[in-house]
């Protein structure tokens, strides 16, 4: 039997040019910790300045001093809670005292629990959808003048959650299926300011909160199985993604969703024993009454 293949993850200096977002600014939500802290240690290892925003202002400080180290760029940490816009529009001033625009924003910060609906009160739901919704949309309103000034861009850390239905995750099932259209509506309200705006749907990524919430314990390679690229992914995986959307090859790409999963959205489960069933078809074929193979 032929066995699978995994491509690796690459580091983005591996395939783009340094200094590509050379005196670019970034403003990142979610930016101290998981996901965008990988992009942005990305984005700066490219040239970026970075200003980082979530509710821990001490972690957050320590997050900054740790991608300046790590960049030889600049990060600065600005407090902030998503849910509260007064908050996030301190945060944007205190980046423009600092570095003097905002070029790209990434809305990443996320709240999420496994519960079913029977188990979630009103505020628990409220609470998901206020910090994943209501926080990209504050993150946009608080945003977007700079943006336009920059003929910038946006880019929304959505899911796949939603594409089926998926127990125990209706709140932020809900919530990024709300960012997916407040992202296209945002996409044809600034396109005219030059300004684009798109998600990134990520798969399950190694060394996320996320991650350790979502699989159950011990299921790790049951989870592989139904991966076709037939790995876990990787934050460099969404960084490469994040890097290609904000660069200027994709300056006529807007309002899109671009899904980072390995594949496994387009699949459903096996209903055949995955990946034997396709890495040695003839081992099957009793399977198929009336197989050529
Ligand atoms: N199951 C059911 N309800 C839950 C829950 C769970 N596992 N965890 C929290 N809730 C409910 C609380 O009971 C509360 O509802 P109530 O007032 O009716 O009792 C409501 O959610 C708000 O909880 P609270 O702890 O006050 O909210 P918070 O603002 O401190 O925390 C969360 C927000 C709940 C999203 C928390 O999980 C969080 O901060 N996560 C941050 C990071 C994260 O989730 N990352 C993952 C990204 S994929």
């Known amino acids: 039997m032929a ?75 600005t ?33 999420n629990f496994m519960a079913p609906i029977e188990g979630l009160s009103p505020n628990a739901f409220r609470t998901v959808v206020e910090i ?34 998926l127990p125990w995750q209706a709140a932020p099932s809900a919530a990024k299926a709300g960012v997916d259209a407040l992202s296209a509506a945002l996409a044809v309200e600034l396109g005219p300011y030059g300004v684009r705006s798109n998600c990134i749907a990520p798969g399950l990524i190694a060394g996320t909160e996320g991650a350790d919430r979502l699989v159950p314990q011990g299921q790790d390679e049951m989870v592989l199985g139904f991966m076709p690229m037939q790995r876990i992914g990787q934050k460099d995986d969404i960084a490469n993604a994040a890097v290609y959307l904000f660069s200027e090859a994709a300056s006529w790409i807007t309002g899109q969703i671009l899904v980072v999963d390995g594949g496994s959205v387009h699949f459903r489960g096996p209903f055949l024993p995955y990946p034997d069933s396709v890495l040695d078809t003839k081992s099957f074929k009793s399977l198929f009454p009336g197989s050529k193979m």
Not at 14 to 21: A, E, L, N, R, T
Not at 37 to 63: D, P
């Open 3 to 77: 066995e699978s293949y995994k491509h690796r993850a690459v580091p983005a200096l591996d395939v783009f040019k340094p200094d590509i977002f050379k005196d670019k600014v970034v403003f990142v939500t979610g930016g101290g910790s998981g996901i965008c802290y990988a992009v942005t240690e990305t984005l700066m290892r490219l040239g970026a300045k970075a200003a980082i925003v979530g509710r821990n202002a001490e972690r957050l400080r320590g997050a900054a001093d740790s991608l300046s180290k790590a960049t030889q760029s600049q990060a600065i940490a």
């Open 79 to 111: 407090p902030a809670d998503v849910r509260k816009i007064e908050t996030l529009q301190h945060a944007v001033k205190q980046t423009i005292e600092q570095f003097g625009k905002i070029d790209f924003v990434i809305c990443g910060a996320a709240g």
């Open 132 to 165: 994943d919704l209501l926080g990209t949309f504050n993150t946009v309103r608080a945003t977007m003048e700079e943006v336009k000034k920059s003929h910038g861009n946006y880019l929304h850390i959505s899911a796949t959650l939603h594409y089926s239905g």
